[in-house]
């Protein structure tokens, strides 16, 4: 081609270019004019680190000296077991969150090494979870345990216990709580939070303090 044509291309190249460039800068001037408003809305948005954030919901204890929360629940002997049939005796009510994790089985083979002794001062022991019943009688058979086991599907008595913590966009679980009830159904004694290691080992001798007070 003659040299005419080859810089004719060159110019046509660059003018090309010099086009491209003037449409980019007016495209970002408009977005530009539009960023403060996008921005503001952007701030009103839900942010998700908050949510994920968010603390667990725990709920107010029963008050000491008064009638504790009764309960009705399925039981893994295929029976319903209720606090109004055990009235007459103590009775150690231990709320866990899940059968099988290395606490609560830590904990239901401690109170089976002591639930003996609890029986042998007329008190019963009781473990409540949310989990589902075939799950709790799998634990039991496998562990060997001969206390009561029951499953708060509806989470209803965790929650009057006081024991149930909410987690955001999970569910409701049972703390690891536990009470004292004495033969007359009245609320003695409350541990939360507590070690599933030193649990039974505590509970008993408070019931011994309750039993035999100075």
């Known amino acids: 081609l003659p040299k005419k044509a080859c810089f004719a291309c060159m110019m046509d190249s660059h003018a090309s270019v010099l086009l491209l460039c003037c449409f980019a800068c007016m495209m970002a001037s408009s977005a530009l004019a539009f960023a403060p408003p996008l921005v503001s809305s952007l701030t009103r948005l839900p942010r998700r680190a908050s949510i994920s954030r968010a603390a667990p919901t725990m709920m107010a204890t029963p008050p000491l000296g008064e009638q504790a929360p009764g309960f009705d629940l399925p039981s893994d002997s295929g029976k319903n077991l209720s606090l109004k049939s055990l009235r007459g005796k103590w009775v150690v009510v231990y709320f866990y969150p899940k059968v099988f994790t290395q606490g609560c089985t830590c904990q239901a083979e401690a109170y089976q090494k002591d639930v003996d002794d609890f029986r042998s001062k007329n008190c019963e022991v009781v473990g409540i979870s949310t989990n589902p019943m075939d799950k709790i009688q799998e634990f039991k058979l496998k562990y060997g345990l001969s206390f009561p086991m029951l499953a708060d599907r509806e989470c209803s008595v965790v929650e009057s ?29 409350t541990f939360g939070n507590v070690d599933p290691k030193m649990d039974s080992i505590v509970c008993y001798a408070r019931l011994l303090e309750l039993q035999n007070p100075k």
């Not at 569910?171 to 033969?183: C, K, L, W």
């Open 161 to 189: 216990y006081g024991a149930a913590i909410k987690l955001p966009f999970i569910g409701t679980f049972a703390n690891r709580f536990t009470y004292i009830i004495d033969p007359q159904g009245t609320l003695r004694a």
